[in-house]
Nanobody, 122 residues
Framework: QVQLVESGGGSVQAGGSLRLSCAAS????????MGWFRQAPGKEREFVASISWSGGSFYYADSVKGRFTISRDNAKNTAYLQMNSLKLEDTAVYYCAARHYNSYSPRDYAYWGQGTQVTVSS
């Protein structure tokens, strides 16, 4: 079992950057794929990015490809989401999640953080 806590959200102008962190408890962090999802008001939760156990493989939604970078530090039990060139449509609550294998569906993830708000303004 793993517990996740996100941080780093906030308000930023369009074109700006934010870095989200996801701190995990437990000694088995490296056995989990880590995913980032987001949910805007009135919309379903959607996949943003995921990273493999060792950090060697990455997967991105088309909407963030080239702007967002997912990474992880297994020694610190932490995953990150660097978000650059932020757009108004990136505004959402961002969640990190963990499961043992990759998936793009939020329904497949058993472990979730509480979420952190990202607001992009013009």
């Amino acid at each position: 079992q793993v517990q996740l806590v996100e941080s780093g959200g906030g308000s930023v102008q369009a074109g700006g950057s934010l870095r989200l962190s996801c701190a995990a408890s437990g000694r088995t962090f490296s056995s989990y794929f880590m995913g980032w999802f987001r949910q805007a008001p009135g919309k379903e939760r959607e996949f943003v990015a995921s990273i493999s156990w060792s950090g060697g493989s990455f997967y991105y939604a088309d909407s963030v490809k080239g702007r967002f970078t997912i990474s992880r530090d297994n020694a610190k039990n932490t995953a990150y989401l660097q978000m650059n060139s932020l757009k108004l449509e990136d505004t959402a609550v961002y969640y990190c999640a963990a499961r043992h294998y990759n998936s793009y569906s939020p329904r497949d993830y058993a472990y979730w953080g509480q979420g952190t708000q990202v607001t992009v303004s013009s």
